[in-house]
């Protein structure tokens, strides 16, 4: 069974950082997307960040500012997220394609697993 487990969200300043984990198990294959999302109250969730074997992805909004990683035995997925801005706040989703088809689009429909979120806030 797939699972995922967000952790490391909080509140900071505007211009401060944060990094976001995400514990990952239950893959049996090593071609899976895994993506960052993010959902501010009454808007949709949007993608922030992407990665698969073949690469990384972002949305424009973060390019340069966030970076996500995974470590060697691929059993957490990060979010380093710099010079934090109050548009960046919300609840944040890890999210997990096992098909890894399309993931440089960072869609939430094409994600068949979330994680809980965890909340991050921006403000001074």
């Known amino acids: 069974e797939v699972q995922l487990v967000e952790s490391g969200g909080g509140l900071v300043q505007p211009g401060g950082s944060l990094r976001l984990s995400c514990a990952v198990s239950g893959f049996t294959r090593n071609d899976y997307c895994l993506a960052w999302f993010r959902q501010a109250p009454g808007e949709e969730r949007e993608g922030v960040a992407g990665m698969e074997a073949d690469g990384t992805y972002y949305a424009p909004s973060v390019k340069g500012r966030f970076t996500i990683s995974q470590d060697n035995a691929k059993k957490t997925l990060n979010l380093q997220m710099n010079n934090l801005k109050p548009e960046d706040s919300g609840m944040y989703y890890c999210?997990?394609?096992?098909?890894?088809?399309?993931?440089?689009?960072?869609?939430?429909?094409?994600?068949?697993?979330w994680g809980q979120g965890t909340q991050v806030t921006v403000s001074s």
């Open positions: 999210g997990a394609d096992p098909s890894g088809r399309y993931c440089y689009t960072i869609r939430s429909v094409l994600m068949t697993h």
